[in-house]
C-alpha cells in the first residue's frame, strides 16, 4: 500500500478552516486512510490504491475540506484552450498508441514541491500504470520546448542526453546501463524501433516509458510545464492526466489544454467533465441500515466532494474526473457514508433469532488439522503462488498447465500452486539448522484449470505432510496417514505403488480410499532434495481434502 508523508505546517495552510494538529489525526481516518506515524513535523498516511487522488497532498486536503464542511462539491477545475499539438507517428501504434497531455502555466516550485510532483507521478506509475507498462507519465520544463510536439519512434541507436547524464547516451545503452532502463526496459526492448518524444527542434522531452530528457529537468525556476502521457491503454491514460490536472491546478497552475492529432483526426485532451450516475437512495438506506431523505443524500455526497442534480425525481451524483475508483451506484453508497460520518453510524443487532453454525466441511478440516497437530506435526502457512524455479526443481520439469499470474510482481510469485509439496520443501531449506526431526503440515486451497468451473479456475482443499530426519521413510508417513484417516475421518486408505519423477523408484504410491484416488505419498528423490539443499531425508503425503469430504459426506 502506497504512503504519503504530509507536513503540518503545509497542511494546515491547505485547509480552509482553523484546526489544531490533533483536530487533523483525529479527523484524517474518516477520508478512509491509515495513520502510519506521527511525530511532531509530519503525518505519514497509508491510503488504498484504488484511490490515486490521494497520491498528493492536494488530494488529501481536497477531500479533508469536503469532510470537514469547509468546502462543498464537487472543485470546478477550468481547462484553457491551448494552442500545443503532439503529432502522433503512426509507427508508435505498435508500441503504446495512446498519449494525452497538458500545459500548466504560472506555476511556483521549489525543491518540496518537485519532489512531490515526482512522488505523485511514481505513485501513479506503480498503481494506474503497472509499473509503467499500462500507462507511463512525463513531466518537463515546457520553457525550453519549441512547440509542436512530436510522438514517434526511433532506432535503438538514437542518441540523447537522458535525465541525471552529462554525455548523449543511445537508447540501447539506456537499458542496458541505467538503473530505470535495466527495471523497465523489457517494456520495449522486444520492438525493432523505440518510442521517442520530440520538439519541433528535435529536443528530446522523454524516451517512454523509460526515462526523461536532461533537457527539461524540473528546477525551482521552472513556471511553465509541459506534461505528456503515453499508454497501452487509453482509459489508463486519460485517469492520469485527470489526477495530475487537478494536483497542479491546486498548486495554483492553470491547466491548459493539447491537441493530440492522430493523421486528420484531433483530441483534445484533458478532459475534465464530470461522471454522472444516479442515485440509488433505497440502496444506499437499506446498506447503511439510515433513512436519509434527499436533502440528506446530498450533504454527505457534497461532503464527499461530489455534487448532485435534483433532475425528474432522480438524485444524479456529479462525480469529479479525478475520482477513478467510482464505477458503481454501491461505490456512491460508500461516499454518503464518508460523508454522513462512520462514527455516526450505531452497530445493531440482526432482527432474526436464528443462530448460525460451523460449516460442515470447515468442521472436518478443523477435526484433520487437530489430528495433525496431535500426532506432533507444526502446521505451516505459505503463498499460493510459487516460482518457476521451485516447481522445476520439485517436478525437474518445466511448469505445465499451471495458472501462470500476468505481469508478476516477482519471479518468487508467478504460478498458483495445484500441489503443496515444492512449498514444504521452501520450508525444510530455510530451516535446516533446526532441532531434528522435522515435522510440518499444511491444510491449504490449490488451483487447477477447470472449463466447468464458473471462472474457468478449480479450487481444492489439500493437507500435505513432510518429515525430515536421517532415517525419514515411507513406512513412517505411511503411518501417519493412516493415522489421519482413522482419527479424522473413519475411513481405511490403501496405496498403490506408481511412479513419479519427484520421487524415489519403488517408494511412492498413489492415496485410495472408498476406490478414489485422493493424493500421493513417497520418499522424496535425492536429487530434488539437492535441488533443495536438504542433508536428511524427506518423506511426504498431499491429499484431496476436498475429495475426502465429499467421500465422508457420501458414506456417513
Do not use: W
Request: aromatic fraction near 8%.
Amino acid at each position: 500500500m502506497p504512503v504519503i508523508t504530509l507536513y503540518y505546517d503545509k497542511l494546515k495552510s491547505l485547509i480552509k478552516g482553523e484546526l489544531s494538529e490533533k483536530d487533523l489525526l483525529d479527523k484524517i481516518p474518516y477520508i478512509g486512510v491509515t495513520l502510519e506515524e506521527a511525530t511532531d513535523e509530519y503525518v505519514k498516511i497509508e491510503y488504498n490504491p484504488n484511490r490515486p487522488d490521494f497520491s498528493t497532498i492536494y488530494g488529501i486536503v481536497r477531500s479533508l475540506n469536503g469532510i470537514l464542511g469547509f468546502e462543498k462539491g464537487a472543485p470546478n477545475y477550468v481547462i484553457k484552450s491551448g494552442e500545443v499539438e503532439i503529432i502522433v507517428d503512426e509507427s508508435t501504434q505498435i508500441i503504446r498508441p495512446f498519449i494525452v497531455g497538458l500545459v500548466a502555466r504560472g506555476i511556483n516550485l521549489n525543491d518540496e514541491s518537485i519532489q512531490e510532483i515526482i512522488s505523485m507521478q511514481e505513485d501513479l506509475h506503480e498503481g494506474i500504470g503497472r509499473r509503467r507498462r499500462k500507462m507511463s507519465i512525463g513531466i518537463h520544463n515546457f520553457d525550453v520546448l519549441k512547440p509542436p510536439i512530436r510522438y514517434t519512434t526511433v532506432s535503438p541507436e538514437f542518441k540523447f542526453i537522458p535525465l541525471g547524464e552529462e554525455n548523449e547516451m543511445s537508447m540501447k545503452e539506456i537499458l542496458e546501463k541505467t538503473e530505470v532502463g535495466r527495471e523497465y526496459g523489457y517494456i520495449v526492448s522486444s520492438f525493432d524501433k523505440y518510442p521517442l518524444i520530440i520538439d519541433s527542434l528535435n529536443h528530446v522531452l522523454s524516451f517512454p516509458p523509460i526515462i526523461n530528457g536532461e533537457l527539461t529537468r524540473l528546477t525551482p525556476e521552472t513556471k511553465n510545464l509541459f506534461v505528456e502521457i503515453t499508454a497501452t491503454n487509453l482509459k489508463a491514460d486519460e485517469d492520469a492526466l485527470s489526477i495530475i490536472a487537478s494536483a497542479l491546478s491546486d498548486m495554483g497552475a492553470k491547466i491548459e489544454s493539447v491537441k493530440i492529432r492522430i493523421g486528420n483526426s484531433i483530441k483534445i485532451t484533458p478532459d475534465m467533465s464530470h461522471q454522472q450516475i444516479e442515485v440509488n437512495r433505497k440502496l444506499a438506506n437499506d446498506l447503511l441500515g439510515l433513512r436519509l431523505d434527499d436533502k440528506e443524500i446530498i450533504e454527505c455526497l457534497e461532503r464527499s466532494r461530489i455534487s448532485v442534480l435534483s433532475k425528474d425525481g432522480k438524485l444524479i451524483a456529479l462525480i469529479p474526473r479525478y475520482r477513478v475508483d467510482i464505477l458503481h451506484q454501491v461505490d456512491l453508497v460508500e461516499e454518503i457514508a464518508y460523508g454522513y460520518g462512520f462514527d455516526k453510524l450505531t452497530p445493531t443487532l440482526p432482527s432474526s433469532k436464528k443462530t448460525g453454525k460451523y460449516n460442515e466441511n470447515l468442521l472436518l478440516i478443523r477435526s484433520a488439522r487437530d489430528v495433525m497437530i496431535g500426532l506432533g506435526f507444526i502446521e505451516v502457512m505459505n503463498y499460493h503462488l510459487i516460482s518457476q524455479k521451485a516447481l522445476y526443481d520439485f517436478t525437474r520439469r518445466k511448469a505445465k498447465k499451471m495458472i501462470k499470474v500476468e505481469n508478476p510482481k516477482s519471479i518468487e510469485y508467478e504460478f498458483l500452486r495445484d500441489n503443496i509439496f515444492p512449498s514444504l520443501l521452501i520450508v525444510l531449506s530455510k530451516n535446516l539448522h533446526e532441532e531434528y526431526p522435522q515435522k510440518i503440515f499444511e491444510i491449504s486451497k490449490v488451483f487447477y484449470s477447470d472449463l466447468r468451473a464458473p471462472n474457468g479456475i478449480r479450487e481444492d482443499y489439500h493437507l500435505a505432510t513432510a518429515v525430515s530426519h536421517s532415517t525419514a521413510n515411507y513406512t513412517e508417513v505411511k503411518s501417519i496417514l493412516s493415522s489421519l484417516f482413522l482419527q479424522a475421518f473413519n475411513l481405511s486408505v490403501d496405496t498403490i505403488p506408481t511412479y513419479h519423477p519427484s520421487f524415489s523408484s519403488g517408494r511412492v504410491a498413489k492415496i485410495v480410499s472408498m476406490k478414489q484416488n485422493i493424493g500421493m505419498i513417497g520418499e522424496i528423490h535425492p536429487l530434488v532434495l539437492e535441488n533443495f539443499r536438504l542433508r536428511n531425508p524427506v518423506s511426504v503425503f498431499e491429499i484431496n481434502l476436498s475429495r475426502v469430504i465429499d467421500i465422508v459426506k457420501q458414506n456417513y
